[in-house]
């Protein structure tokens, strides 16, 4: 039970945002997997499963788009293979936390989502217009968080192109050769079997470079993103002290009045009375005189 409280609680309340992203990827990988293993051992279906798929994963039919919209969205949570979903995942603590010791977590926020969305829009995109995809544009679908990956891994390259990070089997390497190599390969791989994967990744770059291109000119397209979801403000409640009624002219303020008024200028200060309060007190100072 420890276990699984500080698996959840480096996952969802560590305060850093990679770590959150990395935890859905993961949950919805191994949820929809065990929908799938647990209808075959008892029925030897996975039509379950592959409904979920079919349902989260991003589409280049319009008409069925049209009828599966939030797929633009959820496909960036999906992975078709433990090895799809590794490879992403230690990109995206690598350069994620880059990112975010850099760039804060709310922008890390806006460019995984946005760089996901750019990537199946230019996957959709080509998918419609060019002729090579005219065969298979009925059948395509994507999944996967290499758009939104590639989005922060393209970011910090442009942002801290100098920045070097030490590779297995490679050793340090420049932020700005690993997307050069990445960019370069997603391009020359567009005529292969996965030409719909290699869209999604550049459509990511795209939105990476151009996000921080515009960022360093001190516009942060961010900003819209966070005022949508920035929480509301919660009212103030202004407590006015009544606990002295209204003083009534010729009204000769009692000893039980003033020694809570007293009390209160003791533990608060003079400045905590109200002006009722303070004109009991100077009424009993009046009366006081008088005498």
Same mark, same amino acid.
């Given at each position: 039970?420890?276990?699984?409280?500080?698996?959840?609680?480096?996952?969802?309340?560590?305060?850093k945002?990679?770590?959150?992203?990395?935890?859905?990827?993961?949950?919805v990988?191994?949820?929809?997997?065990a929908?799938f293993?647990?209808q075959?051992l008892?029925?030897?279906?996975?039509?379950?499963?592959n409904?979920?798929?079919?349902? @989260?994963?991003?589409?280049?039919y319009?008409? +069925?788009?049209?009828?599966q919209?939030?797929?633009?969205? +959820?496909y960036?949570?999906?992975?078709?293979g433990l090895?799809h !979903?590794?490879?992403?995942?230690?990109?995206?603590?690598? @350069?994620?936390?880059?990112?975010?010791?850099?760039?804060?977590?709310?922008?890390l926020?806006f460019?995984?989502?946005?760089?996901?969305? +750019?990537?199946?829009?230019l %996957? &959709?995109?080509? %998918?419609?217009?060019?002729?090579?995809?005219?065969?298979?544009?009925?059948?395509s679908?994507a999944?996967?968080?290499?758009?939104?990956?590639?989005?922060?891994?393209?970011?910090?390259?442009?942002? !801290?192109?100098t920045?070097?990070?030490?590779?297995v089997?490679?050793g340090?390497?420049?932020?700005?050769?690993?997307?050069?190599?990445?960019?370069?390969?997603?391009?020359?791989?567009?005529?292969?079997?996965?030409a719909?994967?290699h869209l999604?990744? !550049?459509?990511?770059?795209?939105?990476?470079?151009?996000?921080?291109?515009?960022?360093?000119?001190?516009?942060?397209?961010?900003?819209?993103?966070?005022?949508?979801?920035?929480?509301?403000?919660?009212?103030?409640?202004?407590?006015?002290?009544?606990?002295s009624?209204?003083?009534?002219?010729?009204?000769?303020p009692?000893?039980?009045? &003033?020694?809570? &008024?007293l009390?209160?200028?003791?533990?608060?200060?003079?400045?905590?009375?109200?002006?009722?309060?303070?004109? &009991?007190?100077?009424?009993?100072?009046?009366?006081?005189?008088?005498?």
């Open positions: 039970m420890n276990f699984l409280d500080d698996l959840k609680r480096n996952a969802f309340y560590s305060g945002r990679v770590n959150v992203f990395i935890a859905i990827n993961v949950i990988f191994v949820a929809i997997q929908v293993v647990v075959f008892f029925t030897k279906q996975t039509n379950i499963a409904f979920l798929n079919n349902q @989260l994963s991003v589409p280049t319009l008409p +069925t788009l049209l009828k919209p939030w797929s633009v969205f +959820t960036m949570f999906m992975h078709n090895l !979903l590794l490879f992403n995942m230690l990109w995206m603590y690598w @350069l994620g936390n880059i990112f975010e010791e850099y760039l804060n977590k709310k922008r926020t460019v995984y989502l946005a760089g996901g969305l +750019t990537g199946a829009l %996957y &959709i995109l080509c %998918y419609n217009i060019f002729p090579a995809f005219s065969d298979s544009v009925q059948l679908y999944v996967g968080a290499s758009a939104s990956v590639m989005a922060i891994v393209v970011a910090m390259a442009t942002q !801290l192109p920045y070097t990070i030490a590779l089997f490679v340090p390497v420049k932020l700005k050769w690993i997307a050069v190599f990445y960019v370069v390969f997603d391009f020359l791989s567009l005529a292969g079997p996965n719909g994967g999604a990744h !550049l459509g990511g770059a795209i939105f990476g470079i151009l996000y921080i291109k515009s960022l360093q000119k001190s516009n942060d397209w961010c900003k819209p993103f966070e005022q949508i979801f920035k929480p509301k403000p919660r009212l103030k409640v202004v407590s006015k002290n009544y606990s009624p209204p003083i009534r002219k010729n009204h000769k009692n000893q039980s009045e &003033i020694d809570a &008024i009390d209160k200028i003791s533990q608060s200060g003079y400045d905590k009375l109200s002006a009722n309060e303070k004109e &009991i007190l100077f009424s009993a100072s009046a009366t006081h005189e008088e005498k």
